[in-house]
């Protein structure tokens, strides 16, 4: 099985890349291969609609080129979902989303969830793509006012900052399970789970085991709801 894994952003270097590709090694199943390949235009990260739209094309560029090389499925590295549902039209291999994947697997080990996500005015989208899956009444999303590109600068600041979070969420909301909506917070549940002890969902290896799976059980996007679009010439 061979999985492109699309990094739809610019503000990552050689070294975040390698970090990433060594933990995803971690979670791949014997015969995976994960191949990353950062965007080399579009945004240097995602915090907004506009960067959603700025990350689309470069998005699906690299997912017709994977269909194209015989990859089996890709992963868009955003936690938000950039550019998922249109790649989703323009393609007949599998294309998953880390925040629709840990939303979903949320919903198999407890009931009521706290997103964590990056600034205040990220809330809105957030809260826009998760209530497609699940009631408003089973959600809270809390900024970390933390920028994406800064979560790994001091891991454990973030991890302090998101435990308080939780920790809080879990009083006053009655939480039972925690999913941290960003991709720069990879590598952190484990150790957030040890001090807030209910179960918290990192995308990144939501989404892997999701694409992995659906390889494994030989299925795509239905093309009832995301039907290819009609050719036409489309300017940018």
Do not use: H
Request: charged content about 25%; overall charge neutral; proline content about 6%.
């Amino acid at each position: 099985m061979k999985i492109l894994w699309i990094v739809p952003i610019t503000g990552v270097d050689e070294k975040q890349l390698g970090e990433t590709a060594k933990f995803l090694k971690e979670y791949s199943f014997e015969k995976t291969e994960v191949v990353i390949r950062k965007v080399n235009r579009g945004t240097e990260s995602i915090e907004s609609r506009l960067d959603e739209l700025y990350a689309s094309i470069p998005i699906l560029d690299e997912v017709k080129k994977a269909e194209e090389e015989g990859f089996d499925a890709c992963v868009i590295g955003c936690a938000g979902d950039a550019g998922v549902d249109i790649a989703r039209e323009t393609s007949r291999i599998p294309v998953i989303g880390p925040g629709e994947a840990s939303v979903l697997i949320s919903q198999l080990i407890g009931r009521r969830i706290v997103v964590l996500t990056s600034l205040p005015g990220r809330i809105p989208s957030v809260e826009e793509k998760i209530v497609k899956f699940i009631p408003k009444t089973q959600f809270v999303v809390y900024p970390t006012n933390i920028p994406v590109i800064e979560f790994q600068k001091d891991v454990n600041k973030t991890i302090q900052t998101l435990v308080n979070i939780i920790n809080n969420s879990i009083e006053k909301d009655r939480v039972d399970t925690a999913v941290l909506l960003c991709l720069g917070m990879q590598g952190m549940a484990e150790k957030i789970q040890a001090e807030v002890r209910i179960p918290v969902i990192d995308p990144s290896i939501a989404a892997l085991q999701m694409a992995q799976v659906i390889v494994k059980m030989r299925l795509s996007q239905a093309k009832g709801f995301y039907p290819f679009p009609p050719p036409k010439k489309r300017f940018l």
